[in-house]
């Protein structure tokens, strides 16, 4: 495993607390009913409300856009600005934007599907259609910055957003960019949500607003983080963390994995849920026994997850990363650890300086 | 002189294409010049084309959790890796393309009625249609454990899972990783083509000058990528060397590729550079070459950008032109096809290229097959989005 420490410069990110450039502050919020679509029946969620782009985004034009694409362009624009890098200084070709994402442009994909299922197959809209693509988001951020490095979209079963973070980091330590901007997020759609519900995955929370303690299942959520990651001492110094590297496995040891990204304790552990919808903290149960076996002592502190991004599922990575760090838990070498059914694990190091 | 500890072999290459299962049959199917596009209007209904089908696709196990694009990948995984350790297999990594995934599993009425069409269908089906469950089939089919990461870059996609691939294993991430693309054909992506008018009803007639769109077709490639310290410490063959590997966007529209082809050029470019072979070393490109109006003149004015000042005009051909655009399979089906070409020395033609472009750079191949020894040869890939790829693949003996 190669180790070359990246810095995280900037945040932005579109998500049930509104967009925002930067880490969040007043982190409490309860779902909400949701009354976007027709059809739907009393249920709830963590959902992104709407707002104008352009007034945070000057000259995105995103009204036929699908609400992913949006929310990644006016995320990505939000972490640009949170870190000060101006465009027009640098190598528009050295800009990598990576797009982490379960779902891709599920919106419009469900409207495709329902311009051919009143139209027919041959009367679906050419102008939906290439909005429908998983890489729309990303290509939406190149387009408007005129950014020309490479440009992907990547997803993973429980650990998408981990995985950009990790392939942006070596497209850096490769000098295939000088900068990558990160995404990663999910939106909301009535098929998707049915799929839960239908699945018996949704906790009572989902119906009614005082369910009870400890109740099974989880709230859906929406939204969209993004990071700008840059390397070398200028970038260090104005870095919120220094991401250091990591490791994803569909199965295997976290202890291993654990153990050779941190000779010792970690002080933090940030925990990134369990990759697909859970209510309980799976990691930090994971952390504390592996712990044992890896450290002689160990008092990290454990920074649980938050429901409205474990909601976010398969995406949620790095809109647990900018809950843990606004929350500012504290400092030194941090351990963010997701874990899935089946043995699947995400580990990744970071170093969060102190303030 | 190369460092076999930062030089990426191919390995092992795995296909399910239209000519049918495994390499010898899509080699054999390329140097014959068949074109596996037939008239099909099954795609849906009201669909009059002609289009790339897998014919026979091996009987996966529990084909119910999987998806035809699973499938596809699943036996060119397995194709990919008959030779392969079990124990090595195990700790290898997957980066496997997709564009379509499961949405030839989903049908209309899921947007008018969820609830109703899970009722009708079950969840499974719908669980088939994020772009990660190509990349967990594999690893589900062949039990591995490593990392296993989805690409979806439009048609770019194929190429650039090689890539991601390819830096993995320079991070030293895994020993050994299964890099390609799978997808399906798909009413969804059919409609989707046929509505922006880009479908040739013809078979397609890349880099010709009355070409009128592209033609859709469906398969899978899996190439196995290590170390050449590692495969030659485990004594594998070594097929093709991957000297070469570059991304960029061109940033300039969200379906039409830059008229000056200069996100491809610098795509080409730096994979060049990165692989050490000036203009005159790389002895073919395997093209992206859709068939469609705006793409074979931006890549034409890509490779004057590139080979401009070379000794000889450049081999250029699109094997689109047999087995289809095979869209998130498309970029690892043709770089097995660039190795295979390699391998065999051909030079293989564009069919039904009867006027081609024209340009002084570039000698558009045409006709049968060509001998022609090929020590290093380009393949290249763009897509919706405005991204492009370029591999550069080296001869293991040059």
Known sequence: MSFNPTSITGFGSVTPFGPAAGLLSGLELEPETITAWPNATLRRAYQVQPFNPAKLVPGAKTRRLDRLSCWALVAASLALQDAGLDLDAIDRSRVAVLCATGFGCVELTESFYRSAALNGWSGTDPITFPETLANAPACHVALFHGLRGPNLTLGGENFAAEIALLRAASLLRHGQADHAIVIAGDALSPAVYQWYETAGLLSPACFVSDPPARAAGFVPSEGVAAVLLESGPSAERRSYAQFIGGRYARSGDPAQAIRDLFPSAPALVFSAGDGSPCSSDPPAGVFRSCAGQSFSSNDARIVASLPVADGLARSSGLFHLLLALSRRAGSGPALMLGTAAGGAFAALRLEVPSS | MLDPAKTIAVTAIGVVSPYGLGSAALQAGLLAGKSCLAPDTELFPGFSGHVARVAALPAIAEVERYSRSDRLAMAAAEDACAGLPRELLRRSGIVMATTVAGLTEIEPEIAIDPAAWYGKAGLARAATYPISRVAASVGEHLGIEGPACAVSVACASGAIALALAANMLLD?????????????????????????????????????????????????????LETLAHARSRGAEILAILRGWAMSNDAYHPTAPDTEGKGLASAMR???????????????VNAHGTGTPLNDVAETRCYELVFRGRSTPIPVSSTKSHIGHCLGAAGALEAAITILAMRRSALLPTLRLADPIESQEVEYLRGAWRRQPLPAAISVSAGFGGSNAALVFGSPDA
């Open chain 2, 270 to 284: 730096l994979a060049m550079e990165m692989a050490g072979t000036g203009i005159d070393e790389i002895g073919y």
């Open chain 2, 172 to 224: 030293g991430e895994v020993p050994l990783a299964l890099a390609g693309g799978s997808d399906a054909l798909s009413a969804f992506t059919a409609s989707g083509f046929h509505s922006l008018q880009a479908l040739d009803p013809s078979p397609c007639r890349p880099f010709d000058k009355s070409r009128r769109g592209l033609n859709l077709g469906e398969g899978a490639a899996v190439l196995v």
